[in-house]
């Protein structure tokens, strides 16, 4: 069983529908990520989380310790939009691991 | 822009050959970090360095080697290549290593093919 687990691999949706992608992790973290990569292969770190919950802009990134889930809201999702999002986890002592990420196109 | 720079963008080179692959961190992170992300295994952490010393290794293979310069930026040697290798290999940095400290910058990734 992987460490990451996240849902769904693949999402389609319509420009402006709300989007949650969902990340589940098996072992105690130090902190978790949320991470964007576009078409070209960039990457670019969204959040980096360890309670409670981030926004910038229309991204929302929520954790819960206890039950060790995470998750990563898109508002008014837009064409824009479309790109891998991986989830990442900080175990302890430990370097990041990452989920096998959840590709998201989002028509117009 | 993440300000950490590598080099090159694209790489395609023979079996058996040896690459290197630099980073340049952003100004003042001293942690820098590789990973390779291949078609099959996904993003995989290789080797961070801090400070010009080896922090934390990861799933490097021998054929790998790694340094950090006194001027910080790094580099990747990938030696006796195989067609496994073939992937995009991306550097991050971060201020420090400590857990507060590590929201990470990534870098453009360097896309090797292996013929």
């Known amino acids: 069983k992987n460490e990451v687990e996240q849902s769904p691999q693949n999402l389609t949706a319509q420009e402006g529908e709300f989007i949650t992608i969902n990340c589940s992790y098996s072992?105690?973290?130090?902190?978790l990520h949320w991470l964007q990569q576009h078409p070209g292969g960039g990457i670019v770190s969204l959040f980096m989380l360890s309670s409670g919950k981030k926004k910038h802009g229309r991204l929302i990134a929520t954790i819960n310790i206890q039950e060790k889930h995470s998750s990563l809201h898109i508002t008014a999702s837009h064409p824009r939009d479309s790109a891998v999002y991986i989830c990442?986890?900080?175990?302890?002592?430990?370097?990041?691991?990452f989920g096998s990420g959840t590709q998201l196109t989002v028509l117009p | 822009d993440s300000g950490v720079t590598q080099t090159p963008k694209h790489l395609i080179t023979a079996t058996g050959q040896r690459v290197t692959l630099r980073c340049s961190p952003r100004s003042g992170d001293l942690s820098v970090y590789w990973y390779q992300q291949s078609l099959d295994q996904g993003l995989q952490f290789l080797i961070q360095?801090?400070?010009?010393?080896?922090?934390a290794k990861g799933n490097i293979l021998e054929r790998f080697s790694a340094q950090q310069f006194p001027d910080l930026h790094s580099e990747l040697n990938l030696s006796s290549l195989e067609l496994g290798d073939s992937a995009l290999y991306f550097c991050?940095?971060?201020?420090?290593?400590?857990?507060?400290?590590?929201?990470?910058?990534f870098g453009e990734g360097s896309r090797l093919t292996v013929l």
């Open positions: 990442a986890v900080s175990p302890a002592a430990r370097q990041l691991t």
């Open positions: 360095y801090y400070n010009g010393e080896e922090r």
């Open positions: 991050a940095s971060s201020v420090g290593a400590t857990r507060e400290e590590r929201e990470l910058f």
């Open positions: 072992v105690g973290i130090s902190a």
